[in-house]
């Protein structure tokens, strides 16, 4: 079965960065694009970042986040560097496969001081 696990969330103070984790089982890992989300109280979820089987990426905040992956450990990152309070929200990874997208549990970012 599809899994997504992410980690490293936790309490920054503005401009603080921090990185988070997807470990990624079920699936040939390699073979698939992979996504970040993010989702605050009250609001819609929105995509943050996304890299290609080759590396290529992209990214939704102003060149402020980085995602890479590993493909010999199935993981995705995604460095967050100069954090505003705004960025405040529960982080997904995902995976699009066989037309069904899958999501990991979430880890919460909180900015604030």
């Known amino acids: 079965q599809v899994q997504l696990v992410e980690s490293g969330g936790g309490l920054v103070q503005p401009g603080g960065s921090l990185r988070l984790s997807c470990a990624a089982s079920?699936?040939?890992?390699?073979?698939?694009?992979m996504s970040w989300y993010r989702q605050a109280p009250g609001k819609e979820r929105e995509w943050v970042a996304r890299?290609?089987?080759?590396?290529a990426n992209a990214d939704a905040v102003k060149g402020r986040f980085t995602i890479s992956r590993d493909n010999a450990k199935n993981t995705v990152y995604l460095q967050m560097n100069s954090l505003k309070p705004e960025d405040t929200a529960v982080y997904y990874c995902n995976v699009k496969l066989r037309g069904s997208d899958y999501w990991g549990q979430g880890t919460q970012v909180t900015v604030s001081s």
């Open positions: 890299i290609t089987t080759v590396g």
């Open positions: 079920g699936f040939p890992f390699s073979t698939y694009a």
